[in-house]
């Protein structure tokens, strides 16, 4: 039976169990990447590991997110970056270098390879034909110390590209579509597998658009084959030695095979406030405009900002539209620089950012009271552009940039209307490089110093599972909560090596008291218990969506199902997930129940039914849990450091 490029690279590098979907495996990391939001605590964590190098074919440590350094903590914290990764024999990527995808993608991404990156938009490697999956920073930390990755053997849909998109259609679009038939929700254990005759018709950072928004889908990641295409990026960055083909043999077999007819793609949009709710921009047409910002990791490209470049050339942004625009890296700055389109973008009136997530992620350029902020990014969630009230809508750089001149959300094909005529900008055949931001680690790393600033905590130790669980539930959320719900990014993230202050902002845009009730049922010695949804825990990688719940004494979640990355979290910090066995029983559970589950060593130890009592209400329901024979131990050890440290003795 024939294979397809997700199961060969897996089987390649497979340590532990055999390609069996649905089935834990463990794999081999060749590549990691952490960015500084993610990357402090996760080489706290590597520290605390005692291994003198890291053991990685290549690790690189980027610093993008929190470049804004209101306060001395972010720049504390990328000194401590910068000196861990000369100690450690990391490549370090200076603020200013550009976003950690984007980056690399363009110089250290390899077909064939894995890599895991402490954030979840790392499957942006899959353009390339990697397989590149996102994860909590202490799963890196693991990888870079030379420990293997856990993950489910994967169930791959195959996706079958037709036909070629239009003028005005992007792989943005193409993206969103999946989104709309995928949603954003039921998609964990699942990777999608990019084939067909359209393949060849995308550019890499256009299949690398396509991979990215995939993590919204909540796959493990998606992949694109490698081909001539993906050889001739490699040739413009310098790299073609680096390049190898990707391929599905013609009878690999899949979980599932769509197919995707890229001519019949049209402009699309997610309108607020979740990447999975679609409409088409014709529909959304004439709505006004307040903000357009282009950028982040999912649309920062040369190609990007070249077309939107030759878009608004000779036009200035509509007088209502702050245009901002974030390139993904320094080399990408470098090349719109040299090819004229920087010229075109700064006289169209572009406020011009840094190479870093920026605006995405809400720590700058936050837009007005109820303001309607056209977005290139891949979040749109509740009160990420820093703005409560705002209404972010994600969209294509073409969409994007028919808004900056008429002010409204304009389909970008009536732009021909006006004279406007698509670009069609082209891959350059050579890049311009220049290397020089990164730092790579020195042969003698023995007198390297480790920087540590006042900011900066040991990572808070976790108890091992009692043998009961008696507490409260401090908060009941809904369906598709978000670790942006469940811990804010924007201008707290600088805390984010401070766990018991970044702690006091748990849930603070959906319940402002939660911090009090929490750290009260603390105080008294109780556990907080949460209760939540479908789909908990969707987005971003943040660890300390389990982290900082795991200092408050948090010792279980019960909810209706659960995302991938973060399942993987609350483990990692002693958190057990549980699933309730009759949904229905949701709407039995409210927030300040007191709530006790008896006897939850011993059940996780030999297995049986758990049974959760709500004292309050005199009831009784049933929660299950998935946990391998590894994840049982790791929970009741107290967390992954815990017990590693239980199997070292
Ligand atoms: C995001 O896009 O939400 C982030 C910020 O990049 C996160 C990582 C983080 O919270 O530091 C992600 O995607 O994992
Ligand atoms: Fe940065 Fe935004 Fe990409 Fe996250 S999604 S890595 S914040 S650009």
């Known amino acids: ?90 490549i370090y990527s200076r603020a200013g270098n550009g976003i950690c995808h984007q980056v690399h993608l363009e110089r250290f991404g390899k077909p064939g390879k894995t890599l895991l990156g402490s954030d979840s938009h790392t499957p942006t490697g899959g353009g390339i034909g990697m397989v590149a999956i996102g994860a909590g920073g202490l799963d890196v930390a693991v990888a870079m110390a030379g420990g293997p990755f856990y993950l489910t053997c994967p169930k791959v849909i195959k996706v079958n590209l037709k036909g070629k998109l239009k003028p005005w259609c992007a792989a943005k679009d193409v993206v969103l579509k999946m989104l709309e038939t995928f949603t954003t929700k039921g998609n964990v254990g699942c990777v999608f597998e990019y084939g067909g005759e359209g393949v060849k018709t995308l550019s890499v950072p256009e299949r690398a ?62 309108y607020p406030h979740s990447p999975g709710n679609i409409k088409t921009v014709k529909e959304l047409e004439g709505m006004d405009v307040d903000q357009v910002c282009l950028g982040s990791c999912t649309n920062s490209s040369y ?124 891959m350059p055949e050579k890049f311009y490089i220049e290397d020089s931001m990164f730092i790579y680690p020195p042969e003698n790393p023995e007198k390297i110093k480790i920087y540590r600033g006042p900011n900066i905590g040991d990572p808070p130790a976790s108890l091992p599972m009692p043998d009961e669980i008696k507490g409260e539930v401090t908060i009941k959320v809904e369906d598709q909560i978000t670790t942006d719900h469940i811990i804010p990014a924007g201008a707290k993230m600088k805390y984010r090596s401070n766990v018991p202050k970044y702690s006091e902002f748990l849930f603070e845009v959906v319940d402002s008291n939660f911090y009090d009730r929490a ?63 009759n949904e229905s029983d949701y709407s039995k559970v409210d927030q300040g129940d007191d709530i006790e589950i008896p006897d939850i060593k011993t059940a996780i130890k030999n297995g049986g039914v758990l049974k959760v009592k709500n004292k309050t209400k005199g009831t009784e329901f049933e929660v299950e849990y998935n946990l391998s024979d590894r994840q049982r131990e790791i929970i009741l050890a107290g967390g992954t450091l815990a017990y590693m440290k239980e199997k070292a003795k």
């Open 1 to 90: 039976m024939g294979k397809g490029i997700v199961q060969k690279i897996l089987e390649k590098h497979i340590v532990e169990g055999k390609w069996e979907p649905g089935k834990e495996i463990a794999i081999k990391v060749d590549q990691t990447l952490t960015q500084d939001a993610t990357g402090t605590m996760a080489y706290l964590q590597f520290e605390a590991m005692g291994v003198s190098k890291v053991k990685t074919e290549l690790s690189v440590s980027y610093v993008d997110h929190n470049t804004v350094q209101i306060g001395f903590e972010n720049a504390d914290d990328h000194k401590y970056l910068q000196s861990v990764a000369a100690k450690y024999g990391i």
């Open 209 to 270: 658009t396509i991979t990215n928004m995939g993590a919204e889908c909540g796959v493990t990641t998606s992949v694109f084959p490698s081909d001539e295409t993906t050889k001739a990026f490699l040739k413009a960055q310098g790299r073609e030695n680096d390049w190898s083909e990707m391929k599905a043999d013609s009878d690999a077999q899949y979980f599932k095979e769509i197919d995707l007819d890229l001519s019949e793609i049209v402009p699309l949009a997610a």
């Open 303 to 426: 190609k990007d900002l070249m077309t939107v470049a030759n878009i608004v050339k000779g036009h200035i942004a509509h007088p209502n539209v702050s245009f901002v625009i974030a390139p993904g890296s320094k080399q990408v700055l470098e090349n719109i620089a040299r090819d004229g389109g920087l010229t075109n973008l700064i006289s169209a009136g572009a406020r011009i950012a840094e190479s870093a997530c920026g605006f995405c992620i809400g720590n700058s350029q936050s837009p007005k009271t109820d303001a309607v902020s056209l977005r290139t990014s891949n979040r749109n969630f509740l009160g990420r552009s820093g703005t409560k009230s705002a209404q972010a809508y994600l969209v294509s750089p073409e969409t994007a940039a028919a808004a900056v001149i008429t002010g409204k959300m304009t389909d970008p094909r009536d732009l021909e209307k006006m004279g406007i005529k698509y670009p069609d900008v082209q």
């Open 519 to 581: 750290k009260k049922i603390k105080d008294s010695g109780k556990h907080n218990i949460f209760v939540a949804g479908l789909s908990y825990g969707q987005g971003s990688s943040r660890e300390h969506a389990a982290l900082c719940p795991m200092y408050m004494g948090t010792k279980a979640v019960i909810a209706k199902s659960f995302e991938r990355i973060h399942t993987a979290n609350l483990i990692n910090f002693g958190i057990i997930p549980l699933t309730f066995k």
